[in-house]
């Protein structure tokens, strides 16, 4: 086992604060923008569409830009159909082309009143079929076989078979599961019976052992709560606490200040809120008297399920090769950066559904070679997935969303959709992170060649990736859009607050060929002072961006470089090139270097983008709500 590590939190004013980790805490983008000046990206929405709820289009996912309708006439030459205007190196912005009547493409053939589009007409190339060649007309002569009177041997095809429960040594849910998981050697197989099973006590895997359980097969962390009196106008219930203990993490509120307490309650599966003193109770809520050992609950329980998390770990153990599916596991009182589901060495955990837990869903410590792949996790309490302290770990096709319900700090702790630290190698790929109340994808505190790919990264509360104190960082072909609209402590609109992809004083990271849409900020560079690690003192040098497609449109929206009077980016160590904007105007002062702002062509002139593309287009921009 390897010993406890302190992991780094950001803080807003970019000092590094330390928290102690123990060791069993913690969609598709389309081709890269031809590199050809002038070229043009699709539309993202039509005109009436809801520019907050707005998804890349078809063509912008599909279709080689550029490639398309017949386009207006501006100046003598062609434009874009939809309005939009581009800038060539060597062109100067002359403002909007004005609206024109779009006319119908050469050879088109108009629909007649009552013709649906996909109605075919004569004419339109059709093979003419006759009686003898229509194979659904009944024949004029001939012999007939006579149909069969009694049912075919074989069964019917169309019918699926009906699903086998799963093999192996069988759970019950009224067994002790980390008892039985216990006594049997290394290797077997065993199956959770369907139904609710109550775990008391961490279940710890052999090596090579299987855990994979029949649909409906749910563990849980939680003790049910029965015994309730009324108290002026609240109930409550008494001696199901543990002691008071000693907060870890980072809370949202920092004067009520309790996201580290641990215990959920639910009633009738839904997530009560916890409140931070008796008198702020009401329905849909509850309070935890530590010190009269006593749980106050706003809402009548009689004729309820009330339940109360209470045990802090479903799985995990450091045994080899161990693997989970098909198991649902939920409402464990889970510590600030501990997992539900923690998974070790070569570890594979399938198409389970972890969800309700206080801190993490599910982590990967010191899980060399482990995968997890195709689950859903969502409405966990602090993170939906954490990665800490390992080498070629696979995070792959999850859905990952809605994490972050027990309020810890959205803009800088921790909290949010996948988060990996101290790990080496590996991939993040193909997963679906969307409205988490925090980052999307977070890399921070010496990751070292790490890939984020083929992601969709939608509506997080902050950054949609932020890679942070690391180095050798690939992130490509993800599909960022809506993140950063978050608000509350720390949160801003500034380069220094972050944005669609936010690297924060790395190295060697290859930002390329994403679509960054209608993020708080396109891609935001950032040099801080951040101390020294592991390779030295951190620093953000040899970053490029490259082949990418970014939409800014409204209010401070920018792509750009921040430092701060300790962190000067040495010239040249930051490249941007052959990217494609999408802009508001290109007089729009939507580039930032280091406190000063500009219009598109200012920033080619600085040479940054020298060889990118700038399309203006008419689209109004993004509306967000405050959240």
């Not at 805490?25 to 890269?32: E, H, V």
């Not at 590199?35 to 520019?51: E, F, K, Q």
């Not at 969303?401 to 803009?411: K, L, M």
């Not at 891609?523 to 082949?547: E, H, M």
């Amino acid at each position: 086992m390897k010993p406890p590590l302190a992991v780094l939190a950001v803080v807003a004013t970019g000092i590094v604060a330390t928290t102690a980790l123990a060791s069993q805490a913690l969609g598709a983008p389309g081709p890269a923008p031809d590199s050809t000046v002038g070229i043009r990206l699709p539309d993202v929405a039509a005109a009436g569409d809801n520019p907050q709820n707005s998804r890349p289009s078809a063509e912008l996912l599909s279709a080689h830009p550029g490639v398309g309708s017949q386009g207006d006439q501006v100046n003598g030459e062609a434009q874009p159909a939809d309005g939009s205007q581009t800038l060539a190196p060597d062109d100067q912005p002359t403002g909007l082309p004005s609206d024109q009547e779009l006319e119908p493409d050469q050879g088109a053939r108009e629909f007649q009143a009552g013709e649906e589009p996909g109605d075919l007409q004569p004419g339109d190339g059709l093979l003419t079929v006759g009686p003898a060649d229509d194979p659904t007309s009944t024949p004029t002569a001939g012999p007939t076989t006579p149909a069969p009177t009694t049912p075919p041997a074989d069964p019917d095809p169309t019918t699926p078979p009906a699903e086998p429960a799963c093999s192996g040594t069988r759970i019950a849910p009224e067994q002790n599961a980390a008892a039985v998981v216990a006594a049997a050697p290394a290797g077997t197989t065993f199956c959770f019976a369907k139904g609710v099973h109550r775990i008391g006590e961490t279940i710890q895997p052999k090596t090579n052992q299987v855990l994979t359980g029949e649909p409906g097969a749910v563990l849980t962390g939680s003790v049910p709560l029965t015994r309730w009196t009324a108290n002026n106008g609240d109930w409550v219930t008494t001696g199901v606490l543990p002691a008071a203990y000693a907060q870890t993490g980072q809370c949202e509120d920092n004067v009520a200040n309790i996201c580290f307490l641990r215990e959920q309650v639910f009633l009738d599966g839904k997530h009560l809120t916890r409140v931070a003193s008796r008198d702020k109770v009401a329905p849909g809520t509850f309070f935890g008297d530590y010190a009269a050992n006593a749980v106050y609950l706003g809402d009548d329980p009689r004729k309820h399920a009330v339940e109360m998390s209470k045990t802090a770990t479903a799985i995990g153990s450091s045994a080899v090769g161990v693997t989970v599916r098909d198991l649902t596991i939920e409402h464990f009182a889970t510590a600030p950066q501990g997992g539900a589901l923690v998974l070790g060495p070569k570890w594979r955990a399938s198409d389970n559904e972890v969800r309700w837990n206080h801190a993490v869903g599910v982590m990967l410590v010191n899980a060399d070679g482990a995968t997890l792949d195709e689950n859903s996790i969502h409405d966990n309490g602090q993170l939906g997935v954490g990665q800490y302290s390992t080498v070629n770990g696979t995070i792959t096709g999850n859905s990952v969303q809605a994490n972050n319900t027990d309020g810890f700090w959205i803009a800088d702790w921790e909290a949010g959709g996948i988060k990996t630290t101290w790990s080496n190698g590996g991939i993040v790929s193909g997963n679906l992170i969307k409205a988490n109340r925090g980052v999307g994808l977070w890399s921070d505190a010496y990751d070292d060649g790490r890939t984020f790919s083929d992601n969709t990264i939608v509506d997080n509360a902050a950054d949609g990736i932020r890679f942070e104190i690391g180095r050798n960082g690939v992130i490509e072909e993800n599909l960022i859009t809506g993140n950063g609209y978050g608000t509350g402590r720390g949160s801003g609109r500034s380069l220094w607050d972050g944005g669609g992809i936010n690297v924060n004083t790395s190295s060697k990271v290859d930002i390329r060929d994403n679509i960054v849409e209608n993020n708080v900020n396109g891609i935001a560079i950032q040099s801080r002072t951040r101390g020294s690690g592991p390779w030295g003192v951190n620093v953000l040098r040899d970053i490029t961006v490259t082949g990418n497609r970014i939409t800014m449109r409204g209010g401070t929206t920018a792509t750009g470089m921040v430092q701060n009077s300790g962190a000067v980016i040495p010239t040249g160590e930051v490249t941007l090139n052959k990217n494609s904007y999408r802009l508001d105007s290109l007089t729009s002062t939507r580039f930032q270097q280091t406190g000063r702002w500009y219009t598109a062509r200012q920033w080619q002139q600085i040479g940054q983008d020298t060889t990118s593309t700038f399309t203006q287009n008419r689209l109004p921009s993004p509306s967000r709500k405050a959240g």
